[in-house]
């Protein structure tokens, strides 16, 4: 949009000092991002190559508040539960974590109110292990979450869709299945559903 409206008045404005401020300024954001999105892009591959190991999932979870901008908010309260304190599984360490960041950074993002939380829960399935990452924010209509994992798609004033794309790709990859569900001013809860090992 921003290319867009530099080049439908450049002809009649560019004389004007201002104007080609805003212009080299509105092409340079623009180089930005797509460079950004470039990058992302190329770091999802078709075929994710996951290096699998044991992941104990209590101090996976500290690891992840540590990295997580979300935590460092004053305003915004994370609840951690993990119902199983022991509970392993196998998984790509680097990878889940960059799912954890995403999600946990879509829900700080989604609350606007002075103060909010966000409740992270580990649940132990029968067979799968389900991380949980609700929020009170905002929330999503029924037309947002149709598009919600599609890329170049995104619920953000400013963003390429990207992150929600990237999350689904790799708990794919994992042989594991991502929901959403969510309502406009009531929030949005994201779960993670990952199959276990018979061993965990």
């Given at each position: 949009?921003?290319?867009?409206?530099?080049?439908?008045?450049?002809?009649?404005?560019?004389?004007?000092?201002?104007?080609?401020?805003?212009?080299?300024?509105?092409?340079?954001?623009?180089?930005?991002?797509?460079?950004?999105?470039?990058?992302?892009?190329?770091?999802?591959?078709?075929?994710?190559?996951?290096?699998?190991t044991e992941i104990a999932m209590s101090?996976?979870?500290?690891?992840?508040?540590?990295?997580?901008?979300?935590?460092?908010?004053?305003?915004?309260?994370?609840?951690?539960?993990?119902?199983?304190p022991v509970l392993t599984i196998r998984?790509?360490?680097?990878?889940?974590?960059?799912?954890?960041?995403?999600?946990?950074?879509?829900?700080?993002?989604?609350?606007?109110?002075?103060?909010?939380?966000?409740?992270?829960?580990?649940?132990?399935?029968?067979?799968?292990?389900?991380?949980?990452?609700?929020?009170?924010?905002?929330?999503?209509?029924?037309?947002?979450?149709?598009?919600?994992?599609?890329?170049?798609?995104?619920?953000?004033?400013?963003?390429?869709?990207?992150?929600?794309?990237?999350?689904?790709?790799?708990?794919?990859?994992?042989?594991?299945?991502?929901?959403?569900?969510?309502?406009?001013?009531?929030?949005?809860?994201?779960?993670?559903?990952?199959?276990?090992?018979?061993?965990?």
């Amino acid at each position: 949009q921003n290319l867009s409206f530099v080049v439908q008045n450049a002809s009649e404005y560019f004389d004007d000092p201002d104007f080609r401020d805003d212009a080299i300024s509105a092409v340079s954001d623009t180089v930005k991002r797509m460079t950004d999105l470039i990058a992302k892009l190329s770091s999802v591959p078709e075929k994710l190559e996951l290096r699998l190991t044991e992941i104990a999932m209590s101090a996976f979870l500290d690891d992840v508040l540590k990295k997580s901008k979300a935590s460092k908010l004053n305003h915004i309260r994370i609840l951690v539960e993990l119902a199983d304190p022991v509970l392993t599984i196998r998984a790509d360490y680097q990878h889940l974590q960059s799912v954890m960041l995403n999600l946990l950074s879509n829900a700080a993002e989604a609350i606007t109110a002075d103060h909010g939380e966000i409740s992270v829960r580990v649940l132990r399935g029968d067979d799968v292990a389900r991380i949980i990452v609700a929020d009170a924010g905002m929330g999503m209509t029924a037309e947002q979450l149709k598009s919600l994992f599609t890329p170049f798609r995104t619920t953000k004033k400013k963003g390429l869709g990207i992150g929600l794309y990237q999350s689904k790709t790799i708990v794919d990859a994992h042989g594991g299945k991502m929901f959403v569900e969510s309502e406009v001013g009531r929030g949005t809860e994201f779960r993670i559903e990952l199959p276990l090992s018979p061993s965990a």
